[in-house]
RNA sequence: GCCGAUGUGGCGGAAUUGGUAGACGCACUGGACUCAAAAUCCAGCGGGAAACCAUGUGGGUUCGAGUCCCACCAUCGGUACCA
């Protein structure tokens, strides 16, 4: 027989969020927990059954931690400025705040119906004045610290639609929605300066506890590299060219060098160039290109050569023809290579097609190893021997690099170095739907930060959300908007009509959690020391490189600047996998394969779903959807409530399922703990098969069952509790259910005997039983089949295998 | 190319970390209940008559390998002319 669980699920979610049940508590003295997931974009679709993947386990955790009697915060709120809602605006004319206040009303219903343990006391809206009011304070105290500047930047401009358009929106190459090509444009942008940053952000990750590929996953993006900064004179004139290397120790193979079409020293130099006509229209080629052309266009690499003027190699001496090539990027180290191309694949294939001369100065120091440097460039570091050249020769290439930093560094043309690939972040958007940046423009005071004691800085409410042309905001064309005094001298001064990016607000959200309704800071002194830092935050892989670095690079400011008392935002970084739709393929309108997780809760209840997500698959992998396992686990759950047709009364285990209780205790709390939430679910499982099997479950069994499964399935739980028990506290609230190590241990053992390693029968033993007596029953049990054969030796693991090792 | 993962029945997946491969669930088959169906309950369920064969492929280490080592293949995610 099926439960009701409409009538369950609703009236227990009607308690707990009347009653604030799940609250955090103002009690400073307790021992805390703060469980964090990555709080949603309300769209129009309403939630994704993605959602509650990782909603569904941190609630698990949370709800654990409660009886385990930790003050536990567990917030949410709405990550709610957007381009989606703003084209929604464009195409529909309903102004973005009406649609998301509607999507936030509809999310929050959706997310009540799973009956999540969240603080709702404690939501939050970054499109709340109140809220990004504190998202302006932090960018004026960047400004303030030097870590925001204006900077002219290349963004995509979109030659259909006449706006700028943000990397998201650009699809190969084109505008995503009329389908022009984009080229890039110059604008004077806001920017963060997160590069300064940069060494910490690696350095940190050492005191945290994030998945190891995380980790890695953030190295890579912030791609440190070592290596030296060295100047090539020019022949002639007084006038230098600087490259960065990693592999300074090739230098005596740098036989040409290459500057970026950008590189200032074409202009410097324009005088002594020959050919500078054809060198302005090749930069008037690349300069036509967009950066997705550039790397996306460059099987066969381009170049020309800057005629008039050479290079000299401070090693060689020899005089080296200087390129131009756009496969040499302005944006990285210096702008110029030195082109080694016995030993760079790149620099190879350029040499090769344009017939430059290749010498070769590492050889391997296996001889045996083929190289053959005409045909291929020598890279490998590891086994390379130095040659041709001069001091450095028969030096590995480890010690080479040393050698040749020292040499450079003594004469004066080159140091060591360290670069990241990491960029400033630009932090402008030419858009209506985000946080207005709070600064003002005055022609005699430059930028002055609107004064804190103004702010919020509100957006303006406006009919027209049209980007501009030319790629301007919106917020340019609201002269009233536009025109102010200057907060300095007084005079006239106009706005900063760009806004922030999507990412602003969730960079310091989980801070606001901890104080949310404080008007006089982001949060309170005590509040901040509390509850820092967020001890599990749970989220996609895909905000790896940009919110979650991006959160880290703010919260360390605040830290500098004394606002927060931790280093590091969070002490754990868990990630969840994507749920795929049931083809395999990702979920999607178009391919009609989206799951509404609003049916699910209708058809199957609140509980099943949890339980279904937890149980489809490993929690860090992708996962399809399947509507006929979900059946399946509404079937166990239906089993668990028609345990109650079984129960007897009972203080204590009884003796047939006692080692099952023990076990299940430890297993279902470790598993929690390491997120394998699918295997907890099959321990539940074959428990209940075991009741089932049995035919009786008695009254210490099933509480302790209850407990274990509350946080997977609160609502069947709580009122099996209450209706069986006629229990008054909750059990949201009772001690978490201890094991006794001991009573894990089976006293009796199934020990298979091998032969050779292949199973061949098995006995049982009892459990440390003394290994004469185990030979014995095993040689008893395979009497026969041991006949005509030669046993070499036999190998006993105590209580695990015996292996017999015959010819 | 580089970085990170993954590969086990018809399907989703387990496997105490080197010790009985296939837990748990789905699907399927049979039985009970029913006038009947659904639901529920019970039983079976990798292949093979068996010896045996089976964890992407080929080697290796070991008494013993899904698990460790070497060389590949395939799929997915991230990143990409980063010098």
Not at 77 to 84: E, K, M, N, S
Not at 171 to 178: A, L, Q, S, T
Not at 420 to 425: P, S
Not at 753 to 776: C, H, P, R
Request: net charge negative; proline share 5%; aromatic share 12%.
């Amino acid at each position: 027989m099926s439960y009701n669980f409409k009538e369950i699920e609703k009236k227990w979610q009607d308690k707990w969020y009347a009653e604030g049940t799940f609250n955090a508590k103002n009690d400073f003295t307790m021992k805390k927990w703060y469980g964090l997931i990555e709080f949603p974009y309300p769209s129009g679709q309403g939630l994704h059954v993605g959602h509650p993947r990782s909603y569904t386990a941190l609630d698990i955790i949370a709800r654990k931690r409660r009886m385990q009697g930790y003050n536990v915060l567990f917030p949410i709120g709405f990550d709610a400025f957007g381009l989606p809602a703003e084209n929604y605006a464009i195409k529909n004319h309903i102004h973005p705040k009406i649609t998301t206040e509607k999507n936030i009303n509809h999310f929050r219903e959706q997310l009540k119906s799973i009956g999540f343990s969240f603080d709702w006391s404690r939501e939050i809206n970054t499109t709340d004045p109140e809220y990004y009011k504190w998202t302006q304070w932090i960018f004026i105290q960047l400004y303030k610290h030097g870590l925001a500047y204006k900077a002219t930047m290349p963004i995509n401009f979109c030659t259909g639609c006449k706006v700028g358009l943000a990397n998201e929106e650009v699809v190969n190459g084109v505008c995503e929605r009329c389908g022009s090509p984009v080229v890039q444009k110059e604008k004077s942008q806001w920017m963060l300066r997160i590069t300064k940053y940069a060494q910490r952000l690696i350095d940190d990750l050492d005191d945290v506890d994030y998945l190891d590929k995380i980790k890695a996953q953030q190295k890579n993006w912030i791609g440190r590299s070592e290596g030296a900064e060295v100047t090539f004179k020019i022949a002639d004139s007084n006038e230098t060219l600087t490259v960065y290397t990693t592999r300074p120790d090739t230098l005596f193979g740098a036989t040409y060098m290459v500057v970026a079409p950008e590189h200032p020293i074409i202009d410097k130099l324009a005088d002594k160039i020959t050919n500078i006509d054809e060198i302005k229209e090749y930069k008037h080629q690349a300069s036509l290109k967009s950066d997705f052309e550039r790397s996306e266009l460059n099987k066969e690499k381009t170049g020309c050569e800057i005629k008039g003027i050479k290079a000299i190699n401070p090693l060689t001496n020899e005089e080296i023809p200087i390129w131009i090539s756009d496969y040499v990027l302005i944006t990285y180290g210096t702008g110029a290579i030195m082109a080694v191309p016995g030993h760079d694949t790149r620099d190879h294939e350029f040499a090769k097609k344009f017939k430059l001369p290749i010498v070769q100065v590492i050889k391997p120091v296996d001889e045996a190893i083929e190289c053959d440097i005409d045909k291929e460039a020598f890279t490998d570091v590891e086994t390379g021997i130095l040659m041709n050249s001069g001091f450095l020769n028969d030096l590995p290439v480890v010690e080479a690099k040393k050698k040749v930093i020292e040499f450079l560094e003594d004469k004066h043309i080159g140091k060591k170095q360290v670069n990241y690939k990491l960029r400033d972040w630009v932090f402008s958007r030419q858009r209506y739907w985000g946080e207005p940046i709070p600064m003002v423009y005055c022609e005699k005071c430059g930028w002055v930060p609107v004064p804190e004691e103004e702010l919020p800085l509100k957006l303006p409410d406006v009919e027209d959300y049209e980007p501009g042309e030319n790629g301007e905001s919106p917020l340019a064309r609201h002269a009233e908007w536009l025109n102010t005094t200057c907060p300095h001298c007084g005079g006239k001064a106009k706005r900063e009509t760009d806004t922030m990016p999507q990412w602003a607000g969730s960079s310091w959200y989980y801070l606001r959690y901890m104080d949310p309704h404080n008007d006089k800071a982001l949060a309170s002194k005590e509040a901040l020391k509390y509850w820092s830092p967020v001890d599990w935050y749970n989220g996609g892989m895909e905000h790896t490189t940009l919110h979650l670095l991006y959160s880290r690079f703010w919260h360390k400011f605040l830290y500098d600047i004394g606002v927060v008392p931790t280093k590091e935002p969070y002490q754990k970084r868990t990630s969840h996998g994507m749920i795929l739709g049931s083809n395999g393929e990702k979920m999607s309108k178009s391919k009609g394969n989206v799951v509404n997780p609003d049916d699910i809760v209708n058809e199957f209840g609140a509980d099943a779903f949890r339980v279904y997500e937890m149980f489809m698959g490993p929690f860090d992998q992708t996962a399809p959807w399947s509507m006929e396992s979900i059946r399946g686990c509404a079937k166990f759950l239906d089993r668990v409530w028609n345990l109650q047709n079984l129960l007897v009364d009972g203080e204590t285990y009884s003796p047939k399922f006692e080692k099952a209780m023990h076990r299940a205790i430890k297993k279902v709390s470790s598993d929690i703990e390491e997120m394998k939430f699918n295997t907890a679910v099959s321990t539940f499982m074959t428990l209940v098969n075991d009741f089932y099997k049995e035919k009786t479950i008695n009254k210490a069994e099933f509480k302790t069952f209850l407990q274990l499964l509350n946080p997977f399935a609160p609502h069947i739980t709580e009122e099996l509790w209450q209706t069986v028990f006629g229990g008054k506290e909750m059990l949201a609230y009772m001690k978490w259910p201890t094991y006794d190590e001991e009573k894990t241990i089976a006293d009796e053992i199934t020990l298979p005997i091998q032969f050779n390693g292949k199973l061949k029968a098995t006995i049982m033993i009892s459990l440390d039983e003394n290994e004469e007596s185990v030979k014995e029953k095993v040689h008893q049990a395979v009497e026969d089949k041991l006949e005509n054969k030669t046993i070499v030796k036999e190998i006993y693991v105590k209580n695990k295998i015996y292996n017999i090792v015959m010819k």
